[in-house]
């Protein structure tokens, strides 16, 4: 059996606690961007629902979770543990997120002119292209294949750079499936509901097979039991995940399409 490549990481004993207050950073300036937005968006009398703010709260908590403290030091040892930190940190605080309209906040927050300014960012073609389902897929699937069917799972656990940029990659790789796939903040580049649909069988068809992929061909480094709980957890765990964007992406189709059988019908 391969041994635990992790017990001997330098990121684990050396850069640990540095990788861990960098990580943070974003989330925390996140934290306090959004906070800020809800201050300005009351003085301007403008309410914002509490449950947002409960969402975004609850899903930075998660993501800080994952990469600060006692969960983000065992992720290190415990490739089960990992798996958790993965699930936390590239799905439910991404989705979570989503769900708190931040995008939304922020321009309600902004002066005209700035509200205007990050308009046209959002309408770029840029942030078409990124937004679009099939790249985001790419970029979140096709990155966790890259991740555990070669050896850069390995080579982050020696290497604070990687590290970093992983865990970053991780997350906004998450996010940008997530909104790609349904709609609470603004959508310049709108696509199809099937199209989205679409997209998300094969991405969800992708996911599964590389769960079963770890399941039965450990990344290297990783023992065996590792692989097959850590395998178990992305697999039914994602789909829990998973299955709440359905509903969601589900429900948002019933709804456009409600007033027009209304329509048709009288």
């Not at 930075?60 to 983000?72: D, F, K, Q, T, W």
């Not at 993965?86 to 997120?97: C, R, V």
């Not at 998450?174 to 998300?200: A, E, K, N, Q, W």
């Amino acid at each position: 059996m391969e041994g635990h490549v992790h017990h001997s990481s330098s990121v684990l004993d050396v850069d640990g606690l540095l990788s861990q207050v960098l990580l943070a950073i974003p989330f925390v300036i996140a934290f306090v961007i959004y906070l800020y937005a809800y201050q300005r968006s009351k003085e301007k009398g403008r309410d914002w629902p509490v449950y947002r703010l409960i969402l975004f709260v609850l899903g930075i908590s998660l993501a800080l979770v994952s990469v600060i403290g006692p969960l983000a030091v065992r992720t290190h040892m415990d490739f089960t543990y990992h798996m958790l930190g993965h699930l936390l940190l590239g799905m439910l605080a991404p989705l979570l997120i989503v769900l708190s309209a931040p995008m939304t906040l922020v321009l309600r927050a902004l002066s005209v002119r700035n509200a205007k300014k990050l308009t046209k960012i959002l309408r770029s073609h840029v942030a078409g292209f990124f937004t679009d389902p099939i790249v985001a897929s790419i970029l979140n699937i096709g990155g966790l294949w890259v991740l555990y069917s070669t050896d850069l799972h390995m080579a982050m656990h020696e290497s604070l750079l990687l590290h970093l940029l992983i865990h970053m990659h991780v997350f906004l790789a998450g996010y940008l499936f997530t909104i790609s796939l349904i709609y609470i903040d603004p959508v310049p580049h709108r696509r199809t509901y099937m199209y989205r649909t679409v997209v998300f069988i094969f991405a969800l068809a992708g996911h599964g097979i590389l769960s079963k992929q770890i399941y039965a061909y450990p990344p290297a480094g990783v023992p065996t039991s590792e692989a097959q709980s850590g395998g178990m957890l992305m697999y039914y765990g994602g789909d829990i995940i998973d299955a709440v964007i359905v509903v969601i992406l589900f429900y948002q189709w019933y709804q456009s399409r409600a007033p027009r059988s209304a329509v048709v019908a009288t």
